[in-house]
Structure formats: structure tokens, C-alpha cells
């Protein structure tokens, strides 16, 4: 691993970690599952016939926060005491009603990186995560440069925090994609052993297919860990927003 240049991960790059995220091995999704059958039960217990619940941002992330849809036909008291019934399930975070063009507005309101990402970024211009070679296992001079790398994101815990790992084009790439994976597990576990949330850490092996600019595939520069900061765009409002547009 060589020092780093200035880390922003494009965010196409991050846009094509979502898909696998919503299938890892994460505590979001099981809590998104269950809180919304628990939810569709209330619906069914309060005679919210037509009411549909979701627990998934407008970004497609799982979420605590409730979104209501359906049920037009029924009368605001019914609205209003469903959603008030779901906000008492323990652990929702807070139910609000499907308004479309709200919803649209806030999936075109752009991510952007956080301060964090920068105190990473200036730790490793200097420094570097390195790795015993050829494996994923992160080299002992390295763990005080974990340390200060978990410090610098624990002020933006609650965004999403992306760890991406490259090797260069030396091997064949099945095993560079591997290996440039691995590392990055490792990473996010070192961190979740520093007290990092593992919900909030996506991680993408991204072998030799994204050199730095301005170098050769082969140069081992681009043997690299890079970190992205995004803040996430709250749901609001909360804790209840009822009875709903219709």
C-alpha cells in the first residue's frame, strides 16, 4: 500500500455498492423485515384495510422509520390511530405518510461526503494501511493509523461510511478482486472493533479496475484503501404525521 492522494470515492462508484449492501450479511434489513410485519399486523388489528408499510429510505436504504401508503378510502380517525399504532412498535423510529411529490424531491437532493472524510483523507497522505503481503491481515505498524482513522469518524456516526479496496493489475484479477475485498473486511472489522457500527459500513473490493489517475495499472501505488463519508437525507417529519395526503 503507498500513500494516498485526496480520497473521494466518485459516487457512481458508491452508487454500484447498493445493490450488494441490501443483500449483505447486515443488521439493517432483519430489522426492516420485522418491524414492517410487526407493522402490517397493527394494520390489520386497526382495520387499516389498504394500508401498505415500508421501512426503506427513498434511497432503497432499511430504515426504523415508517412510511405509510394506501388506505384512501378510510376516514381520518382510522388514519390517524394506525399510524399512531405503528409509532408504538418498539423500535420504529417514526411514521409518516407517502406524499409523492415530497418523496421525489428528496431522492434528487444529492449525497454529499462530510467533514469526516477529509480528517481520513489528510491522515493518509502521510500515512498508509498497510497489509502483510499477498493477505488481508493489516500489518502491526498500521493498527495506531486504525486508531486515529476510527477517531476521525466517530463525529459523523449515523452516515454511511464506505471502505473500497484496490490492488494494481499485478496477478489475475479474480484474485486481486478478492484480495482487494478481503482487505476491506478487514478494515471494517478493525473499525467495528474500534466501536464504528457495522450497519453504518459498506465495503467494496474493487481489484485493479480503478488505477490513480496519472499512473501505470502495475505501479503498487494503486495498492490503496480509500474512504468515503455520505450523509444520508433524514426522513421527516417525525414522530407521526397523520392523517396523510390522500
Known amino acids: ?24 450479511k447486515i443488521g439493517g434489513p432483519a430489522m ?15 382495520g387499516g384495510h389498504g394500508v401498505t408499510v415500508r421501512f426503506l429510505t427513498g434511497n432503497g436504504w432499511p ?13 381520518d380517525a382510522t388514519r390517524a390511530g394506525t399510524a399512531r399504532a405503528i409509532a408504538a412498535i418498539p423500535g420504529v423510529g417514526g411514521v409518516r405518510w407517502f406524499n409523492a411529490s415530497a ?34 491481515a493489516i500489518d502491526k505498524s498500521s ?3 486504525v486508531d486515529e482513522v476510527a477517531t476521525a469518524l466517530r463525529p459523523c456516526l449515523g452516515s454511511i461510511i464506505s471502505i473500497t479496496g484496490h490492488t494494481d493489475s499485478s496477478g489475475a484479477e479474480p ?18 472493533q474500534r466501536g464504528i457500527p457495522r450497519d453504518g459500513i459498506r465495503t467494496l473490493g474493487m481489484g485493479s479496475g480503478m488505477p490513480v489517475n496519472g499512473l501505470e495499472p502495475d505501479d ?7 474512504f468515503a463519508v455520505i450523509a444520508t437525507v433524514p426522513l421527516k417529519p417525525t414522530p407521526v404525521d397523520v392523517p396523510g395526503p390522500r
Open 63 to 75: 430504515t426504523r422509520h415508517a412510511v405509510l401508503d394506501g388506505g384512501k378510502h378510510l376516514n
Open 175 to 192: 484474485g486481486n478482486l478478492a484480495l482487494s475485498q478481503e482487505r476491506a473486511d478487514a478494515v471494517r472489522d478493525a473499525l467495528v
Open 220 to 226: 503498487p501505488a494503486n495498492r490503496r484503501i480509500e
Open 143 to 145: 493498527r495506531e493509523l
Open 32 to 46: 426492516a423485515q420485522r418491524l414492517q410485519a410487526q407493522a402490517q399486523e397493527v394494520v390489520a388489528r386497526q
Open 1 to 24: 500500500m503507498a500513500p494516498r492522494q485526496p480520497i473521494l470515492i466518485a459516487l457512481g462508484a458508491l452508487a454500484s455498492v447498493l445493490p450488494a449492501v441490501l443483500g449483505a
Open 103 to 136: 418523496l421525489v424531491a428528496r431522492e434528487q437532493e444529492a449525497l454529499h461526503p462530510l467533514h469526516c472524510q477529509d480528517d481520513v483523507a489528510a491522515l493518509l497522505r502521510a500515512r498508509t494501511i498497510r497489509f502483510e503481503e499477498s493477505s488481508a
